[in-house]
């Protein structure tokens, strides 16, 4: 019974220890008992050979001289991403027997171009849902409800961005009338949300007039109280007003040293602060 190399799929004869052709040692345990071994099936070998075939034809990405990548860096194709898909795809192909090692470069260079035209068809498909945005936006429909809603355009590009998230890196299926009344959702949306904030705006406003005026009206009545001398500012002009000098301790001596400080009080129990008014200020 021949037996065969499980490396390169050479014939062996029944002395040989070494592959003639590629050197691997051969494992005789199966020719002794003149039994193929499982590697040596001839089904198996040549789905070897046909996966080391896509090996060297997939090559390395950092090889100088690797034809698969100089292919996909010409049609414009994402090298790890199609190497994977393309491995994935003639492996499952060989392992299922549907080509050989003599079909794998051709079925390669198939599948190149099937990446390349699903890439172009891809690339189609966003151009043209990029034009029908830009035109529905254009449109007097939506353009006129632009305008009746108040939205800059600051706004409008940030509607036209989502509707490239959705339509195109969400891969969304939105018809033209769909598109409409998102666009018009999202112009309401935002008119709304404008009103509110105004409203907002408006009420911040009306709430520090309303305490301006309320100082206003007490910094008059505080006015006429000191005019009529019913009241004053906190400090020494009031007879109330005192102060006191601490040492170092805290304790209340009869005059400042150099390790103390000096504090000062109200006689009515107030705190005293220089320039504050004060109801109850008396000459």
Request: charged share 40%; net charge positive.
């Amino acid at each position: 019974m021949a037996n065969f190399c499980t490396n390169c799929g050479s014939k062996l004869r029944k002395d040989d220890n070494f592959c003639s052709n590629c050197g691997t040692r051969i494992d005789k345990s199966y020719m002794e008992k003149n039994i193929p071994s499982p590697n040596q099936n001839p089904d198996n070998i040549e789905k070897r050979k046909a996966k080391q075939k896509l090996n060297t034809i997939l090559g390395r990405a950092l090889s100088f001289d690797n034809a698969f990548k100089k292919t996909l860096d010409y049609y414009g194709l994402d090298y790890g991403k199609t190497k994977k898909a393309i491995r994935r795809q003639v492996e499952k192909e060989i392992d299922s027997g549907q080509i050989t090692s003599g079909g794998v470069e051709y079925r390669v260079n198939q599948l190149i171009l099937e990446c390349k035209n699903k890439m172009d068809k891809e690339k189609e498909e966003k151009r043209k849902k990029l034009k029908m945005i830009d035109e529905l936006l254009e449109s007097e429909e939506i353009k006129s409800e632009i305008r009746k809603n108040n939205i800059g355009q600051k706004y409008v590009t940030s509607i036209k961005d989502n509707l490239k998230n959705k339509l195109i890196d969400r891969k969304e299926n939105m018809d033209e009338d769909e598109i409409k009344y998102f666009i018009k959702t999202e112009l309401k949306k935002e008119r709304e949300a404008q009103e509110k904030r105004m409203r907002e705006e408006q009420e911040r406003a009306r709430k520090l007039e309303e305490e301006a005026r309320i100082r206003k009206e007490q910094e008059i009545v505080r006015e006429k109280m000191i005019a009529n001398g019913e009241a004053g500012y906190c400090g020494f002009g009031c007879r109330h007003f005192y102060e006191e000098f601490l040492d170092e301790h805290g304790g209340i001596v009869g005059d400042f040293d150099s390790g103390g400080m000096v504090d000062y009080y109200c006689s009515l129990g107030h705190s005293a602060f220089h320039g504050k008014f004060c109801e109850y200020y008396e000459n």
